[in-house]
């Protein structure tokens, strides 16, 4: 087990609905240190990409997407969430269904900040269905902006998320793959070498 893969046995709950609960490191109270050396493997993985920019989707990819931003060197872009429907001209909108709170939410960044010119890493906290991270994708298709690849801390595989993106032909990298979750029972598809 890699050492993201250990805190989530050691501090990952099982709730119901397939949903894994990490707050106690990850997405309320974030440990910092855990966070260092995600920022460092991504860093790792994506070396070789000219990344310039790190998008992810408010609010619980802020906290690591800033810790890799660090990493790159590179500024951050969270997308921001939004009911209203009537934003137009200076936004990129895409429309993005919920995991978590089963509710369709706009998720916008403004056009000043995604150009063609950026190579983009997207960064989530969790990867289920694909759909924040199929946003993501819209909004760089739109901006026209290159997407380097989706980096996710917890991948749920028994979900379509990772399927749909690869589809697109995305590099998706995650640091924990988990296979089963149940009463329990964490388990995990061993890492990408
Ligand atoms: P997707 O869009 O891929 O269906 O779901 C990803 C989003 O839903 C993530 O941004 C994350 O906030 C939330 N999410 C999905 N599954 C879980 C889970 O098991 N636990 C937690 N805490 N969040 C999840």
Partial sequence: MNFLEERIVKDGIVKEGNVLKVDSFLNHQMDIHLFEQMGEEFKRRFKDKPINKILTIE??????????????????????????INIEGEMYIAEVESFTHKCKNQVIVSKKFLSPDDHV??????????????GAIRLLTEAGASIAGVGILIEKSFQP???KLIAQGVDVYSLARVSRLAKG?????????
Avoid: Q
């Fill in 185 to 193: 029972v964490i388990e995990f598809i061993p890492e990408e070498c």
């Fill in 161 to 163: 998320g990772r399927d």
């Fill in 59 to 84: 609010a619980s990819g802020i906290g690591i997407a800033c810790i890799v931003a660090k990493y790159f060197n590179a500024p951050v872009v969270f997308a921001k969430k939004t009911k209203s």
């Fill in 121 to 134: 890493l997207i960064i989530d906290d969790f990867l289920a269905n694909g759909e924040a991270a199929s």
